[in-house]
C-alpha cells in the first residue's frame, strides 16, 4: 500500500493543522493507520493510531486532548486534526499502516508499521 501525508504547514502557537493521510489502496479497511513524527535531531515517535474500524484510537500523552485521529475508509483516507500546536509540535509527520496487529489493537512502535508514507512539515512559531 503506498500513502501518501498531506496538510503540513506554518502555523502559530495556538493554531491548528487538519493532516490527511490518503492510501493507494482497495483493502484500506484491513490496515491501522498510524501518525508518526520526527523533529530534528530526535527519534521518530508515535503520535496517534486508529484501528481498521475506526472503532479504537490511541494516543500519546502529548497529543492527548489536543489532537484526534479520524478515517474515511470510503475515501481510502485517515485524517489527523491539531488544535492548541505548540512549538514542540514542530516535525516532520508521517503516516503509517500496520496489516498485522489483532483486531481491535493499536500499536504504537515504529517497527509494527510496514508501510509508510512522505512526511508531510508541521512548524509551529513562538
Known amino acids: 500500500v503506498q500513502l501518501q501525508a498531506s496538510g503540513g504547514g506554518l502555523v502559530q502557537a495556538g493554531g491548528s493543522l487538519r493532516l490527511s493521510c490518503a492510501a493507494s489502496?482497495?483493502?484500506?479497511?484491513?490496515?491501522?493507520i498510524g501518525w508518526f513524527r520526527q523533529a530534528p535531531g530526535k527519534e521518530r515517535e508515535f503520535v496517534a493510531g486508529?484501528?481498521?474500524?475506526?472503532?479504537?484510537?490511541e494516543y500519546a500523552d502529548s497529543a492527548k486532548g489536543r489532537f484526534t485521529i479520524s478515517r474515511d475508509s470510503a475515501k481510502n483516507t485517515a485524517f489527523l486534526q491539531m488544535d492548541s500546536l505548540n512549538p514542540e509540535d514542530t516535525a516532520v509527520y508521517y503516516c503509517?499502516?500496520?496489516?498485522?496487529?489483532?483486531?481491535?489493537?493499536?500499536?504504537?512502535?515504529?517497527?509494527?508499521?510496514?508501510?509508510w508514507g512522505r512526511g508531510t512539515l508541521v512548524t509551529v512559531s513562538s
Open positions: 489502496t482497495r483493502t484500506f479497511s484491513t490496515y491501522n
Open positions: 486508529i484501528s481498521r474500524s475506526g472503532g479504537r484510537t
Open positions: 503509517a499502516a500496520d496489516s498485522t496487529s489483532l483486531m481491535y489493537t493499536v500499536r504504537n512502535r515504529v517497527s509494527d508499521y510496514a508501510y
